[in-house]
């Protein structure tokens, strides 16, 4: 049995996982965010490892084993997050700098865009780690006898009480600090960023072992790292989106990338050749569903959504364009700020609240656009509960959209790479595509956002 970490923004889920997959143990810990200041969001280093704890106790104990009988560790982790700690006492010098930190955003304008796009895939962004790690190492004013990782570094560091500094290639790939056609750490980067090499970790696959970690009272190897978008697509197979809070898209291919779409390291174990991936960011989606249920007050609860969407034959011409997409998606851009467009007299809240629906499912096609034609996309998250959605995605698609059994596709990722088996998770239900859907309102919506 196999113990999947997940650890997330706002929590760390744990999941007991047999070998066929089956899960028969969950834990579940919430992790405090900390705003200081406006567009700063921070985590405590030592609150992240507290979680992780918490919720492994809880999976273990809904499960009802001990932690004697489980056989390996697999983590997946929020990408980009950015740890700075002292070496010899393993203390953190400041609290991380979460991915959603625009602190550094001023810098990133100064960046060469053309070397960090050829080198890394990515785009100069503070949602990166690097310019994250330039501003810590400037506040602590030294960079000797520390150590940087991500949050899978951190954990790792911690479990095997130091004795491994490692890092997986696709955490290392979001770092704007590798080269993504070496996966090694690029001197010219470093350079750019002031990041000496002996602060950073080594980069290795996967689905490898990473050393022998203590956790609840045992010692277990830690068998597979992976940054959470991409365990999730090692689980769904090499396609998906994952629908939550906003979206993220991936598809497995060694193509170049088409504007608008970022490249990424994709988890592969140490005997396989290094793969890669493109990735699409949609900043809004079930937020959109958030912000009329608790900002608006047009919905008690999420799931109205699905019942109100389907009482309409027409979205009566009404479109949201949420603030819009995001990182790495076709229309992405940084100063523009939402829209809702054609409405009238006659539009209600089941109005807004499809327009709402219909713009996680058209920000999504618009990203796909970009990427190889898929024959079926595999979707996660909580958003795949709506009927309603997962069948008007199909429809905008054209393809079949067939969702997860199993909502924790990322832990199932870490689950998968630490059992050292590459196949895809368990499907649920498989939306098949009913009728054509004109786009154009959507593109026009679009267009008047941007002006």
Same mark, same amino acid.
């Given at each position: 049995m196999i113990l999947a970490i997940d650890q997330g923004t706002t929590g760390t889920t744990c999941l007991v996982v047999a070998a066929g997959?089956?899960?028969i143990g969950r834990g579940y810990a919430e992790l405090a965010q900390h705003f200081p200041q406006p567009g700063w969001v921070e985590h405590d280093p030592d609150e992240i490892l507290a979680s992780v704890e918490a919720s492994a106790a809880a999976a273990l104990a809904d499960a009802g084993i001990s932690a004697r009988e489980l056989e390996a560790i697999g983590i997946a982790n929020q990408r980009e997050t950015t740890l700075l700690w002292e070496r010899r006492s393993g203390r953190p010098v400041d609290r991380a700098i979460v991915w959603?930190? *625009?602190?550094?955003a001023e810098r990133c304008l100064e960046l060469p865009f053309e070397l960090v796009?050829? *080198?890394t895939g990515l785009t100069p962004d503070p949602y990166f780690s690097a310019t994250k790690l330039e501003w810590l190492l400037a506040k602590a004013g030294r960079p000797d006898g520390l150590a940087f990782g991500t949050v899978d570094t951190w954990l790792v560091w911690k479990l095997t009480q130091g004795r491994v500094h490692?890092?997986?290639?696709t955490n290392a790939s979001r770092t704007l600090l590798c080269s993504l056609d070496t996966l090694d750490w690029d001197d010219e980067l470093l350079e750019l960023f002031g990041v000496r090499r002996e602060l950073l970790p080594e980069i290795r696959p996967s689905g490898t072992h990473y050393g022998e970690g203590e956790l609840l009272g045992r010692t277990l190897p830690i068998a597979g790292v992976a940054g959470d978008q991409q365990a999730a697509l090692f689980a769904a197979g090499g396609a998906k989106a994952t629908y939550g809070t906003g979206s993220f898209v991936l598809v497995e291919t060694e193509n170049a990338a088409a504007e608008g779409v970022?490249?990424?390291?994709?988890?592969?174990f140490a005997d396989e050749a290094p793969r890669r991936a493109l990735e699409g960011a949609v900043f809004v989606?079930?937020?959109?569903?958030?912000?009329?249920r608790d900002g608006l007050g047009l919905l008690a609860d999420a799931r109205e959504s699905e019942a109100l969407a389907a009482s309409l034959e027409t979205n009566g011409g009404v479109y949201f364009v949420p603030a819009l997409t995001g990182l790495g998606s076709p229309h992405? *851009?940084?100063?523009?700020?939402?829209?809702?467009?054609?409405?009238?007299?006659?539009?209600?809240r089941a109005h807004l609240v499809r327009a709402a629906l219909e713009a996680a499912a058209f920000q999504t096609a618009d990203v796909l656009e970009a990427m190889p034609p898929l024959e079926l996309l595999r979707a996660d998250g909580g958003m795949t509960r709506n009927r309603w959605l997962m069948q008007f995605?199909?429809?905008?698609?054209g393809i079949p959209v067939e969702t997860a059994r199993e909502p924790e596709q990322t832990a199932l990722g870490a689950a998968l790479l630490a059992l050292g088996a590459r196949r895809t998770s368990p499907a649920g239900e498989r939306f098949e595509p009913q009728r054509a859907v004109d786009r154009s309102g959507w593109r026009d919506a679009v267009l008047r956002t941007l002006m």
């Amino acid at each position: 049995m196999i113990l999947a970490i997940d650890q997330g923004t706002t929590g760390t889920t744990c999941l007991v996982v047999a070998a066929g997959l089956e899960v028969i143990g969950r834990g579940y810990a919430e992790l405090a965010q900390h705003f200081p200041q406006p567009g700063w969001v921070e985590h405590d280093p030592d609150e992240i490892l507290a979680s992780v704890e918490a919720s492994a106790a809880a999976a273990l104990a809904d499960a009802g084993i001990s932690a004697r009988e489980l056989e390996a560790i697999g983590i997946a982790n929020q990408r980009e997050t950015t740890l700075l700690w002292e070496r010899r006492s393993g203390r953190p010098v400041d609290r991380a700098i979460v991915w959603q930190d *625009r602190r550094t955003a001023e810098r990133c304008l100064e960046l060469p865009f053309e070397l960090v796009r050829a *080198r890394t895939g990515l785009t100069p962004d503070p949602y990166f780690s690097a310019t994250k790690l330039e501003w810590l190492l400037a506040k602590a004013g030294r960079p000797d006898g520390l150590a940087f990782g991500t949050v899978d570094t951190w954990l790792v560091w911690k479990l095997t009480q130091g004795r491994v500094h490692a890092t997986d290639e696709t955490n290392a790939s979001r770092t704007l600090l590798c080269s993504l056609d070496t996966l090694d750490w690029d001197d010219e980067l470093l350079e750019l960023f002031g990041v000496r090499r002996e602060l950073l970790p080594e980069i290795r696959p996967s689905g490898t072992h990473y050393g022998e970690g203590e956790l609840l009272g045992r010692t277990l190897p830690i068998a597979g790292v992976a940054g959470d978008q991409q365990a999730a697509l090692f689980a769904a197979g090499g396609a998906k989106a994952t629908y939550g809070t906003g979206s993220f898209v991936l598809v497995e291919t060694e193509n170049a990338a088409a504007e608008g779409v970022l490249r990424t390291a994709a988890a592969r174990f140490a005997d396989e050749a290094p793969r890669r991936a493109l990735e699409g960011a949609v900043f809004v989606t079930g937020a959109a569903v958030q912000w009329l249920r608790d900002g608006l007050g047009l919905l008690a609860d999420a799931r109205e959504s699905e019942a109100l969407a389907a009482s309409l034959e027409t979205n009566g011409g009404v479109y949201f364009v949420p603030a819009l997409t995001g990182l790495g998606s076709p229309h992405w *851009r940084a100063d523009a700020r939402g829209t809702i467009t054609g409405l009238t007299r006659g539009a209600t809240r089941a109005h807004l609240v499809r327009a709402a629906l219909e713009a996680a499912a058209f920000q999504t096609a618009d990203v796909l656009e970009a990427m190889p034609p898929l024959e079926l996309l595999r979707a996660d998250g909580g958003m795949t509960r709506n009927r309603w959605l997962m069948q008007f995605q199909a429809d905008v698609l054209g393809i079949p959209v067939e969702t997860a059994r199993e909502p924790e596709q990322t832990a199932l990722g870490a689950a998968l790479l630490a059992l050292g088996a590459r196949r895809t998770s368990p499907a649920g239900e498989r939306f098949e595509p009913q009728r054509a859907v004109d786009r154009s309102g959507w593109r026009d919506a679009v267009l008047r956002t941007l002006m």
